[in-house]
């Protein structure tokens, strides 16, 4: 099975491709692993319904049938990480060919990405920008692959 994590490209830092790079290596060690960054076209702000649907189609159009999807969602469920380990795991055994690990743009996605999600995870009920959203779920689900195989990582 490959992991992915999907995003909607807005912004670039240098600390957080420092970040996407350890993790990607980290995460590699364990299963195939990548970032596939979509460009959505330029629109107004101020027009969030539009860029809203917009970006949710590009996401659809990027995902496959045969996908396991993982939306990062701050109206889905809490985990802690023993919790979330367990889901990763539940994922792993699954027939699915990809687990791909969504973070939506500045407004969200639309109720059809919802919907095509099999797993809704929250990091926090605060909204976070999706170079935060991806550093902590990348760090995330390092952390899943050490408490499934037992690397001294997390402390209990």
Request: charged residues 30%.
């Amino acid at each position: 099975m490959k992991f992915v994590l999907m995003n909607l490209a807005t912004a670039k830092e240098a600390w957080a491709d420092e970040v996407t790079e350890l993790y990607k290596k980290k995460i590699s060690f364990f299963v195939p692993f990548e970032v596939q960054s979509l460009k959505a076209k330029k629109s107004a702000r101020d027009d969030a319904d539009y860029k809203r649907n917009e970006e949710s189609e590009l996401l659809l159009k990027n995902l496959s049938k045969d996908d396991f999807v993982v939306l990062f969602d701050e109206r889905g469920s809490s985990f802690d990480s023993l919790q979330f380990a367990k889901k990763v795991e539940g994922i792993l055994g699954s027939s699915k060919k990809r687990a791909v690990f969504v973070i939506g743009g500045a407004f969200g996605v639309n109720e059809e990405v919802r919907k095509r999600a099999d797993l809704k995870v929250s990091f926090s009920p605060m909204v976070m920008n999706h170079l935060m959203a991806q550093a902590v779920g990348l760090e995330q689900i390092y952390r899943a692959f050490t408490i499934i195989k037992k690397i001294p990582y997390h402390n209990i």
